[in-house]
C-alpha cells in the first residue's frame, strides 16, 4: 500500500513528520557553530569559561533558522492535528468504531507480515488537541529561554524530536510503534535533561532518569513480546476490539507466575507505565529530571513524557479489564495494582511535595502526585475521568512549570544585576553564573525568593491560576472537573461497598488536600511579602523578545487552564451543567466523545464477551462534590493562613517545621530517604558485582585464570619435553661421535710411526687370515 | 545482471579478487598516498561486488534455495570441491563484509607504518571471510576459516596497542584450540557420510540431507562406536571451534584482549565481521547437522535433566547479563566496547538455541508448534548478526579517533568532550543508541525478534536477560557520560578532538544503515526470512 | 726328479728369513734385502708351480719376471729413499724414522 495523503486515512502519518523532519534538518544543515573563546559573553548562560579555550557557539544565523524550522514543524503538525481533531470531533456518534488509520507492512516474519499504521480515535483525538497546542507554548517559550544558550540550535533539534515522538506515540495503532516513541522520548528527557552536560548533577539526573525508565522499559518489552507471542499481533484495533482474542487471553493460563496471560501482560505494561509516568516506586527519577532546561521540565512533565505512560495503559484498557469488571466490583490483579499504586503514589508524593524548598521539585512531586490520581481512576475502571485529568493536568502543569521557569529566569536575571553592580570594575572576567556563584546562589531555591508579585505580574497571575488549576480551586479551574470526576468515579464504586474505591477515594482525598496546601505556600514562598535576598528584588523578565515569547505562551496556557475543565462537566451538575452540557450539545461533550474510543455497550451482540468499559459518566453525587470542595477550599486556606497572610521572612525557618516536628519535616525533606534506600540496594550492589564478581572475579579470576592455568600446564609440559630432549635425544646424537673420537683416541696408540711393527701387524694379520682360509676351506671342502 | 567477473563467477571473484588485490599493493611502489587511495578504490569495488552479490539473491526468486550456485571438483580423492552459491543468510554477511572493508580501509588512512602491508592484510582478511561465507564445502570452509586468522594475528601483532603481544598470542592459540576439534569432526563427518554415501564428499548440501539421518544408514555402530556418541564428539567439535569465535560466554575472554589491542580497522572487522563467523558456522552447519545432539536428553551432576540447546540458551543468557555487567566495570573505552560484543552476541546465541531446540524437537517428533517461534528467534538473530556488525564497527571507528588524539583508552582519563567536540558527539551519541538497542534504530528489530522467539521456548532465561539489556544501557551510559559528559577535563585543553572529516565518511554509511534498517527493515528482513523459513520448515519434509 | 714340496721347503725357508729379516734387523738396507729374499722366495715358488702343475702355460714364467722387475724397482725407490733419511738423519736406523706417529 502506498502513501497517499489525498486520503485522510494517510493524513495522521503527517503528523509527527514535521517535528522529526525539523530534528533531521536542523541537525544536519542548520545546526552550525563558530569557535569562540569560552570567556566570551556569547558563551555564558550556564557554562564555565574553561580558561578562554575555544569553545563552538552556534552562529546567530543557525540560531534563527534553527528556531524557524523548529516552529515550522511543529505547527505543520499543529494544522494537520487540529484538522483531524475538527474532522473527529464532528464525525457523529460513529467515531471510534470508525476511525482514521492506515497501515504499511514493516516486516516480514515467516509467512505472516507485520503491519506499521496510523489509528486516529477519539482518544487520538484529544490527545492531539493537547500535545501540540502544549508543544506550540513550549517552542514559543523555548524561544526567550534559551535565547542565551551557545547550543539553541541543538536544543530545537533535541525537542522537536520530543515532539515528534510523542505525536508518534500518539498516532500509533499498535504497541510496537508505540513502544518506539516511547523509548526515543526516554532517549530525548535523558539528552536534554543532561543538556547542560557540563555540570555533573545534570548528568547524573541525565543518566538517573535513563536507566530508572529502562528498568520499566525492559519488563515492558516483555509485555509487548508475550502480548504478540498470544495474539500474534500488536494493533491495537485488532485486539482490543475482538472478544474472541481478550477471551481467549484471559483464559490461557500464563507463561510463568500464575494467573491468566492478560494479567501477566498487563502487569509487565503498567510495569512499564510505573516506570515513565514516574509513579512508587520509580519515581525518583522525574524530581531530578529538574536538571534540565525548564522548558524541557515542561515537556516531560506535561506534554510529552509522562503522559505517554497513562495514555499507554488508557490506549490498552480492555487488555486490562479482561476478566474483570471494576464497575461491578470484579476486580483483577492489574486493576487493583494500579488503583494501589496510583493512589498510594498520589498521596506519597504529595507529602513529600510539602517540604521541598525549590519551586520545580514541588512541581515535579506535585506531577507525580496527579498522575498518581489518573492510575488509580484507572484501577477503579475510570478510564474516561483519567484522560479527562490527563488532559486538563497537561495545560495547567505545562502553565506552572513554564511560569517557574520565568521565575527562575527573573531569580536569574536579578542575580545577574546585583552581580554586576557589585563588581562593577571586574565585571569582563564574570558573567552570567559561574562555578563560584552557582554554588553560592540558587535561584531555584524558594527561601530565597519572596515579594515576586510586584516584580512579576504576569507570571504571578498565570501561576496563579495554574496552582489554583492544580489544588482543584471549585467551579472555576480545569482541574476541579476531572479530578472531580475521578472522585465521583470512586465514590460511585463506595456507594456499592466496593473496597478497592474506598481506598481510593481516601487516599485521593487526603492527596488533594495536601495538594491544595502545598500550591499555597508555594504561591505564598514565591510571590508574597518582602524579597528575602538581593536577587529577588531585581528579578525580572526585561523587556524584548526574551520577555515577549517568555510570557505569550502563559497567557495562552492560563485560558485553556481554566477553560478545558468546561468540556468535561458532568450534565446534572447544578447550574453548571445546564450552561456548560445542555442536552443541546449532548451532555458531558468530552465522556461522550471519549468514551466512543473503547466498546462501551455490553448489550450489542459484537461486545458480548468484553466487559462494559464505562458505560457512562458518574451521576452528580453530594458526597463527592462536597469532598472536593472541602479538600481544595481547606487546603489552600491552611497555607494562605500559614503562608499568604503572614509571609516568610528573611532568614526565617519554613513554619511547616514547627508544625510537623523536625523529624518528619526532615523525612520528607529527603523523600522518605529512598534514594539513599537505592543506592544502598541497586546502585552499589550492581558496582560491586559489575567490578568485583564479573570482571576481577569471573573473567579475570577463574576463566582468565583456568586459561592461564591451561597455559602454564603447557608451558610445563614444554619445559619437560625440553629436558628430556636435551639427555635423551641430544645425549644420543652426540654421544655417538663423542664415543667415536674416544675409541680413536684409544686406537692411535696403534699408530707407533714404527715400521717394523705395522709389518709385524701385517704378518699376524697374513697368519690369522690364513689359518681363517685354511679353516674354511677345510669346511668348504667338507661341505662340498 | 553481471554474472562473472574477469571470466571468474561472482562468488569466487568475491574471494579471490580480495587476495589478489593484497598482492598488488604488496608490489606498488612505497607511496603512502597512493597505496591508500588504490586501496580505497579496490576495497570500495569489491564492494560493489558484493553489494552486486547481494542484489543477485535479493532479486532472485524466492524460496529459490542457494543463489549464484557454482561446483568445480577440486581435490576428488578427498571429494572435496570448491562449490559456493550464497542464501539470505551468507548473503548478509557478505554484504556486511564487503561494506565493512572498504571503511576500514579508509580509517586505516591514519597508519603511518608499512601501509601497504596493512592495507594488504584487510585485503587478505577479507579473502578469509568471504570464502567462509560464500563456500558450500566443508573442507574449503575450515580453510578459509583457519586463513582468516592469519591476518588478523599479524594486525594485532604489528600495529596493536601496548598490550599486542599478550593479545594476538591468546587470539591465535585460543582460536587455534578449537580449530583443533573442528578439524577432527570435519574429518569424522565427512569419512562417515563417505561410509554411507560410498564416495567421499564434503558437500555441505549433502552432508545436511544424510549426516542427520545416519544411523538410519549405516547402522547402530561407525568404526564399532556407537552412533550416537559419534555424532556427539563430532558435536562438540563443532561447538567448541564456533563458540570461540562467537563468542560464547565463557570462552570470551580472549575477545576483550584481542579488540582493545588491535589497530582500530583491525577492531571493526574483528567485531564487526569475524565474530559473525561463529554464529555463522552454528546457523549453516551445527543446527542443522545435528537436530537430535541438541534435544537429546543429558543429565549433568543430578541437575534436572536438560538438553545442549537449553545449555546453549544458559549460556547465552550468561552472556548477555555477564557481558553487560563486565562492560559496566571497564574503565578502557575500547575494552568496554569489545564486551559490548559479548553481551549482543549473546542475543544471537539466544536466537540460534530456539533455532536449535525447535529444529531438534521438529525432527525428532515432528510437528510445528514451535517453527513460528523458531522463525522469529532466527530471523532476529541473523539480523542482529548484521546490526551488531554495523554498530560495534561503528563504535571502534569512534574509540579508535579518540583514541588517536589523546593517546589513551582511559575513561577515567576523558570527560566532557562534547563541548569541544559537537559533530563527533552527536555520531557518538547516535552510535550508542543504535548499539543500546533504542527502538528507531537497528538494534531494536533484532532483539525484539529474538526475545519474542525466546520467550515462549526459554521463559525463564530470556527473563532474566532482561537484566542484561537492562545493563546494556548502563554501560552505554556510562561510555557517553565518561567521555562526552561531564566537566570537561582541560588536560586536553589544547588537543584537537572534533572527528576528522574522513573518520565521518567512514562512519557515515554505517550510520545510515542502522537509521534505514531500524525505520524500515524490510530492505533486508525478506531475504534473511525466506532462507530461515526454508531452512526451518523446508528441511522438515 | 725332485719332487715339488722340496722347492716349496726351500721357498718356505727362505721367506721366513726374510720375514725374521724384516722385522727383526734395525738396519733400513738390511731390511731391504731381507725383503728382496721373501720376493725371491716367492719366485721360487712362482718357478716351481709353473713346472710341475701348468708346464704348458707361461704366467709362472710371467709372474716370476714381473716380480724381478718390481723387486728391481722396489731395490731403486726404497734406497733413494733411505739415502734421503741417510742424508737427514745420519743414520739407516729404521726406529729413528718414525714421523709418521700419533
Redesign the interface.
Known sequence: MAFDFADFRFVPWLIPAGPLLAFFLI?LISNR?RLLPASDQAYGGHH?D??G????VVRGWSRVLSVVIGMAGVLLSLVVSLHLVSLGWGYGHHFGEEVFASAI???????TTFDMGVLVDPLTVIMLFMVPIAVLGIFIYSIGYMAQDP?QS?FFALISLFAGAMLTLVVADNL?LL??G???MG?CS??LI?FW??K?SA?AA??KA??TT??AD??M??G???L??ETGTLSFREILYNPAVLQQLATTPA??LGGSAAALISVFLIAGTIGKSAQFPLHVWLPDAMEGPTPVSAMIHAAAMVSAGIYAIIRMFPLFVAGADPHHGLFNGPLLLMALVGAGTALFAATIALAQNDVKRVLAYSTISQLGFMMAALGIGAWVAAAFHLITHAFFKALLFMASGSVIHGMEHGEHHVHEHAHDDDHDDHHGHDDGHEEAFDPQDMMNMGGLQKRMPVTFITFLIGGFSLAGFPLLTAGFWSKDEILADAWLGVTHGYLPHALVFILLALAAFLTAFYTMRQLGLTFRGEARTEAARHAGLGRGVVSVTMTLPLLGLAVFAILAGYLGVPEDFPLFGALFSPEAVGGNRFHHFVIETLPHNSATAFFAAVPDMQASAPPFMLVPVATSFIVALGGLYLGHRMYWRRPLRAGEADPLIKVLGAEVHETLRRKYYLDELYERIFVRP?FW???R????F??RGI??GI?HLI?RVFTWTGDLLKVLNSWLIDGVGDGIPEGIVALGLRL??L??????QY??YI?IAAILIGIVFAASAGTMVTAG | MIETVFGLDLLSALVVLPALAALLLLVLPQQKRLIRWVALVLGLGLAALAVLAFRHYQLGEPGAGYALEQSTPWFELLGASWHVGIDGISAVLVLLTGILTPLAILVSWEIEERVNMHMALLLFFQTGLMGVFVTLDLLTFFLFWELSLVPMYFLINQWGGPGRQYASVKFMIYSLGGSLGFLLATQLVGWAVSAQLGAPSFDMVTLTETWPVLANTVGATFLGIPIETVKAFAFIGFFVAFAIKVPVWPFHTWLPDAHSEAPTAGSMLLAGAMLKLGAYGFLRLVIPLFPDVWVAELQILGLPATNAATLFAVLAMLGVVLGAFAAFAQNDIKRLVAYSSVNHMGFVVLGLAVAAQAWGEQFIAGGTERLQDAILATNGAVLQMFNHGLSSAGMFLLAGAIYHKTHTRDLRQYGGFWVKAPIYGGIFLFTSMASLGLPGLNGFVGEFLVVRGAWPVFTLLTALAMIGLLFTGAYILKGIRSVLHGPFNMRWRDTRLEIETREVLAIAPLLVLMLVTGVAPNWILPVINDSVTRLLGGLAG | MIPLWMYLVVAALLFCIGIYGVLARRNAVAILMSVELMLNAVNINLVAFWRYLAPQDMSGQAFAAFVFVIAAAEAAVGLAILLFVYRTKRSVIVEDVNLLRW
Open positions: 541537525m557553530a564555565p574553561y580558561e579555550m575555544e569553545v563552538p507492512p514493516w516486516l516480514d516474519t515467516g509467512t547550543r541543538r510496537l513502544f518506539v516511547w523509548e526515543v532517549l535523558y539528552l543532561g552536560f557540563e555533573e548528568s541525565a543518566v535513563f536507566t529502562r528498568v525492559v519488563i518489552l516483555l509487548i513480546v508475550y504478540y507471542l507463561i510463568i550492581s558485582f559489575a567490578h564478581a564479573v570482571d576481577e569471573l573473567d576463566i582468565d586459561l597455559g692411535r696408540h699408530q707407533t710411526g714404527r715400521v717394523q709389518l709385524l704378518a
